[in-house]
């Protein structure tokens, strides 16, 4: 029998197609542009120097002439690749030594490197979930982590973000599911730069025996007095069980880590399908990273952490005096505010948010945009973020420059939020 249906229709008829040709020919599509030299604070991008309000070099450390020559040096003595997986052939001591150094810095029995963030999340939670249990997650997680969390194929039970009680009526239904419960969030969300509540989040995981995992992303190396990340900020790191992190953010690198027990480090060592079934990293990537920690761990650290949140406060500040609907700080139970790099100006809709990238982008700014399903829907968002390294008078033009587009901008399109 001869099938009707062709696996590549959904490349030829999805529902982005309209919207993509019509971006590409208003050359306004926000994605794939290309940079022409280093990531830093102002870049070269298509032919024009553009301030870089648009990564997760949170700390600046992809310019640093050490982090270069750790990257050069593992270059020069492993060579290019690996051509292996760290199972096999692919293992140096420069991991090893990572490992440990990640270990100690998280305050983890012990770390496993994964060869990207995104195979650390599927590799911890593929192998430690199993069909029977229940894995209970914020609806704002990372991609990375619901992919995670198909691959185990438990049973996924989403909550609301960040509302602890929908967390705890989520954990009463997932106690009768049967199985054991893993409960899985971000520290710092990717788009809105706000902080999971990790107190009551313990509290409610211990209430119902179920074990707790943070993606800390976007907090290794900006949050807490070492930098590591947002429980440690919380002085929690005993009680979150598994913590994964990236290489690709504040550690100027690429790969990624699972740190917690050395037990269930070293099953996911023999077990892990996305830790073992992939080449390991290049040695440069390596190298790089661990010259990155060590900076993050010496008393340059704590100056660089500092810097790069003061830099958010000032972007955020500047941006919600020009008018701009700007996330706020997670304020916490005690009423403390926690900054972090990243500086979302909300838009709402898709276009106008296209709209605005693209006159902010003319006027040489690149951010990153985030449409649904990054966020939800009617809720767009430029996301902006901030490097240790960006000075005043970067950010100050970075200003003038929203400024200047958002008179221009309005009057074509209408008010922005915050500003009917
Ligand atoms: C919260 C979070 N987790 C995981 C990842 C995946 O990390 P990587 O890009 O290193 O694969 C990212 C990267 O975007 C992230 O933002």
């Given amino acids: 029998m001869h099938t009707s249906i062709d696996v590549f229709a959904k490349a030829r008829q999805h529902e982005r197609l309209e919207q993509l ?13 290309v940079l022409e030299g280093p990531t830093l604070p102002v870049v070269e991008m298509e032919g024009q120097q553009r301030i870089m309000l648009g990564s997760n070099n949170y700390l600046g450390l992809t310019g640093d002439e050490r982090v270069k020559q750790g990257a050069l040096e593992a270059l020069n003595r492993y060579g290019t690749g690996l051509t292996g997986s760290r199972f096999l052939n692919g293992t140096i001591g420069l ?12 305050d983890a ?14 590799g911890a939670l593929g192998t430690i979930l199993a069909p029977g249990d229940t894995v209970v997650a914020d ?3 990372h991609a990375s982590i619901l992919d995670g969390c198909i691959l185990s194929r438990a049973k996924l039970r989403p909550f609301r973000h960040n509302r602890v ?25 990717s788009m809105e730069g706000d902080v999971a509540p990790l107190p009551e989040i313990v509290e409610l995981c211990r209430k119902f025996g179920a074990r707790l995992m943070v993606d800390e ?57 996305p830790f073992m079934f992939t080449a390991s990293a290049v040695p440069a990537a390596t190298g790089a990273a661990l010259a990155a920690v060590r900076i993050c761990r010496s008393d340059e650290g704590r100056q660089l952490f500092a810097k790069v949140l003061d830099n958010a406060r000032y972007l955020h500040r500047g941006l919600s005096e020009l008018g701009f609907q700007v996330v706020e700080p997670t304020r916490l139970a005690d009423g403390t505010e926690v900054v972090t790099p990243v500086v979302p100006v909300v838009v709402g809709d898709d276009w106008k948010a296209v709209f605005l990238w693209k006159a902010l982008y003319e006027a040489g700014v690149y951010v990153n945009v985030a449409i649904h399903p990054a966020v939800p829907p009617s809720g767009a968002l430029l996301r902006t973020s901030v490097m240790a ?21 309005e009057a074509e399109h209408g008010p922005l939020p915050g500003r009917s």
């Fill in 21 to 33: 040709r019509a971006a590409r020919e208003l050359d306004a599509l926000p994605y794939f542009r």
């Fill in 95 to 106: 991991h090893l030594e990572l490992e440990r150094e990640l270990a100690e810095w998280m």
């Fill in 109 to 122: 029995e012990a770390a496993l490197v994964f060869t990207t963030g995104h195979q650390a999340n599927l």
């Fill in 139 to 141: 609806s704002g997680d």
């Fill in 165 to 189: 009680d929908r967390l705890e009526r989520t954990l009463e239904k997932a106690a009768a599911d049967g199985g054991g419960i893993l409960v899985v969030v971000d520290g710092v969300f």
């Fill in 217 to 273: 992303a976007h907090a290794l190396g900006v949050l807490g007095r070492r930098g590591a990340g947002t429980a440690e900020l919380f002085g929690l790191e005993d009680q979150v069980d598994l913590r994964m992190a990236t290489f690709s953010k504040s550690l100027a690198s690429c790969g990624g880590v699972i740190a917690g027990p050395a037990d269930v480090i070293e099953f996911l060592r023999i077990q892990s399908r």
């Fill in 389 to 409: 390294t960006h000075d005043r008078d970067t950010l100050d033009l970075a200003l003038e420059r929203f400024a200047a587009v958002q008179a221009a901008f």
